[in-house]
């Protein structure tokens, strides 16, 4: 169930983000940084935790 | 801080098992490279007249795109979880890449780009149409299955699918699902960019005189006024921020109370949607208060991102606090351990969220880049006791690969081309001497000590070593493999933007300097450098288009 539920919101996730063509909201320019970001302090947060 | 976890050397090599993740994460990035560049260069909008097979491409083209890629990631999601600890990878031993496959690959693919331009370009009709569609699918079908082949032997692919066969109904479900909920969400759109522009009404209303035109969708002051399109209705944030927290939920699931857990998610997406709401009234303050260029440039390129970044952080950060919806151990004095990761990559995090800030504050020039050096100078000094065990040493060989590495970025950039020229900021030109000179001053004091600071202790000392194993600070850069310099250097260079080949180039470069001696200080030295070289080219020749 848990499996069913994270796909269907994973899906709708994908169709609605998906045509976002033209972006001001999320600006794709900005992309590799912003993702960066959020990758570097994914690192720290989770090997904090696996200690 | 302890001394051992951030020394570089390990006399015992790690242990040598063929790794199917690492591998598929190869294919992966090939593929996702190649999907980019040609979602980038073709559109299936263009066969909208075609005939046969070719129109069925156009018609249904994204879709199935769409579903195939949801398919894949959720297999690959789901097996992960699968293998991960259940399989005996041990008994493989390693394989190298099979380059046979490889230049298959590579030539199947130039195949398909060319009979891509074919179809997407030239009006084709009939049997034309059918045979060359036929033909494009095949040269398709064909560089898939030889990238496949090239980076796992399909005798292990053959254990992958044995392993994961169950999985299979998930995976198809999802690529099945995912272009229906597609079509399903156009409604979505139109309804939420009239409730965001009512919201936005609502939160200007205290603070200024609102000028709107609900027909139109514009709103604002008298002095300023925006338009909300439907791309910033919100729901763009609120599909990632969906995808974001599912991916989330479903890869750490053991570290998570279910059902309670899932509340997380309408959480965020409520959060971020009201996060745009608030990104648009305060672009309508900054226009309203003089600052259009402002209003319409930096802040309106950054801040979405910003509150994305924000929301998704804060959320797993305040999740992993509460018990209720945490499996994982609270942290307490007693079972806080040290973080290395964190040692090698704050600086590097902190000057991206420095410049996310910096750049949302300006419109075209840069004028707050000194709060970068000092964010990251503050993690620096933060962090210092831990870096005193790391060889800062350096020789003059690095300095010489850094001049290599300007050398080399000057003559890409001369050979296939980078942004167009520009001339020192207008706005730079008009500040007093001594602002000029200071502002001058840091940004070279950023190139040359900051950013090669933050960006070796994040690339090479981290990303590199952590290719190798996951006790990263354990791995002598000495022993890392080719592949780790590669893939370090692939992810330094795309951080450069239209720059990544160069940027690799010097990614590897940075790299070699790295592993000659294991020492940290030849990297930054040859990074310094680079950046010496090329701030004094932008100073003395006036291309500013190098920063």
């Known amino acids: 169930m848990k499996k069913l539920t994270a796909l269907v919101l994973f899906g709708i996730g994908v169709s609605v983000s998906a045509y976002g063509a033209t972006v001001p909201e999320i600006d794709p320019a900005s992309g590799a940084s912003a993702l960066a970001l959020l990758g570097g302090a994914l690192v720290m947060i989770r090997s904090r935790r696996k200690q | 801080m302890g001394q051992g976890p951030v020394s570089p050397c390990l006399k015992t090599p790690p242990v040598v098992v063929f790794r199917p993740s690492v591998r598929l994460s190869y294919l992966i990035a090939l593929f996702t490279v190649e999907l980019l560049a040609i979602s980038i260069w073709l559109d299936t909008t263009s066969l909208t007249l075609a005939t046969g097979l070719?129109?069925?491409?156009?018609?249904?083209?994204?879709?199935?795109?769409?579903?195939?890629?949801?398919?894949?990631?959720?297999?690959?999601?789901?097996?992960?979880?699968?293998?991960?600890g259940n399989t005996d990878w041990a008994q493989f031993a390693p394989v190298p890449l099979a380059w046979a496959y490889l230049a298959a690959h590579t030539i199947t693919i130039t195949v398909f780009g060319w009979l891509s331009s074919h179809l997407f370009r030239t009006n084709v009709s009939g049997t034309n149409s059918?045979?060359?569609?036929?033909?494009?699918?095949?040269a398709g079908l064909a560089a898939i299955t030889f990238g496949?082949?090239?980076?796992?032997?399909?005798?292990?692919?053959?254990?992958?699918?044995?392993?994961?066969?169950?999985?299979?109904p998930w995976s198809i479900a999802a690529g099945v699902i995912t272009p229906l909920l597609s079509k399903f969400s156009w409604w979505l759109w139109e309804p939420a960019t009239?409730?965001?522009?009512?919201?936005?009404?609502?939160?200007?209303?205290?603070?200024?005189?609102?000028?709107?035109?609900?027909?139109?969708?514009?709103?604002?002051?008298?002095?300023?006024?925006?338009?909300?399109?439907?791309?910033?209705?919100?729901?763009?944030?609120?599909?990632l921020m969906l995808v974001f927290g599912a991916g989330?939920?479903?890869?750490?699931?053991?570290?998570?109370?279910?059902?309670?857990?899932?509340?997380?998610?309408?959480?965020?997406?409520?959060?971020i949607y009201?996060?745009?709401?608030?990104?648009?009234?305060?672009?309508?303050?900054?226009?309203?208060?003089?600052?259009?260029?402002?209003?319409?440039?930096?802040?309106h390129s950054q801040a979405g991102w910003i509150g994305?970044?924000?929301?998704?952080?804060?959320?797993?950060?305040?999740?992993?606090?509460?018990?209720?919806?945490?499996?994982?151990?609270?942290?307490?004095?007693?079972n806080t351990k040290e973080n290395p990761p964190a040692w090698f990559v704050a600086p590097f995090v902190a000057m991206l969220a420095a410049g996310m800030i910096s750049h949302a504050v300006a419109s075209e020039f840069e004028w707050a880049y000194p709060f970068r050096v000092v964010a990251v100078g503050a993690v620096v000094l933060w962090f210092r006791s831990r870096y005193q065990s790391l060889l800062w040493r350096f020789g003059w060989m690095s300095v010489g690969?850094?001049?290599?590495?300007?050398?080399?970025?000057?003559?890409?950039?001369?050979?296939?081309?980078?942004?167009?020229?520009?001339?020192?900021?207008?706005?730079?030109?008009?500040?007093?001497?001594?602002?000029?000179?200071?502002w001058k001053f840091m940004r070279v004091l950023g190139a040359v000590v900051t950013v090669p600071i933050a960006e070796e202790l994040a690339f090479r000392g981290f990303l590199m070593r952590r290719w190798m194993s996951e006790i990263f600070e354990t791995v002598n850069p000495t022993d890392c493999s080719w592949t780790a310099i590669l893939i370090s250097s692939l992810v330094f260079g795309a951080m450069h933007g239209e720059r990544w080949f160069a940027g690799t180039l010097a990614g590897i470069i940075y790299a070699m300097a790295y592993r000659k001696r294991g020492r940290i200080g030849d990297a930054v030295a040859a990074h310094a450098t680079t950046n010496a070289l090329l701030a004094a080219w932008v100073l003395v020749t006036g291309n500013w288009q190098y920063w």
Not at chain 2, 210 to 227: C, E, H, R
Not at chain 2, 317 to 326: M, N, V
Request: some cysteine.
């Open chain 2, 401 to 438: 690969a850094g001049v290599g590495a300007f050398l080399l970025w000057i003559l890409v950039e001369q050979l296939i081309g980078g942004p167009p020229a520009t001339s020192m900021p207008t706005q730079l030109t008009t500040w007093p001497g001594w602002a000029s000179f200071g």
């Open chain 2, 130 to 138: 059918n045979a060359l569609t036929i033909a494009w699918l095949s």
């Open chain 2, 308 to 334: 994305f970044n924000a929301v998704a952080l804060g959320m797993l950060a305040l999740a992993g606090r509460i018990p209720w919806i945490s499996t994982e151990p609270q942290r307490t004095a007693a």
């Open chain 2, 54 to 84: 070719a129109k069925i491409v156009g018609d249904s083209g994204a879709d199935i795109l769409r579903g195939v890629i949801a398919a894949g990631a959720t297999a690959v999601a789901l097996g992960y979880r699968r293998l991960r």
């Open chain 2, 148 to 168: 496949g082949l090239a980076f796992i032997p399909f005798r292990i692919w053959r254990v992958l699918a044995q392993s994961t066969a169950s999985l299979a």
């Open chain 2, 248 to 271: 989330w939920l479903l890869l750490f699931q053991e570290e998570f109370h279910f059902p309670q857990a899932l509340m997380l998610i309408p959480a965020c997406m409520a959060l």
């Open chain 2, 194 to 239: 009239a409730l965001t522009f009512r919201l936005v009404s609502a939160v200007l209303a205290p603070l200024v005189v609102v000028v709107s035109d609900p027909a139109k969708l514009t709103i604002g002051s008298k002095a300023f006024q925006v338009t909300i399109a439907s791309s910033c209705s919100g729901l763009e944030g609120v599909g």
């Open chain 2, 274 to 299: 009201l996060v745009n709401v608030f990104r648009i009234a305060a672009l309508i303050l900054i226009g309203d208060a003089g600052a259009e260029k402002v209003a319409l440039g930096g802040f």
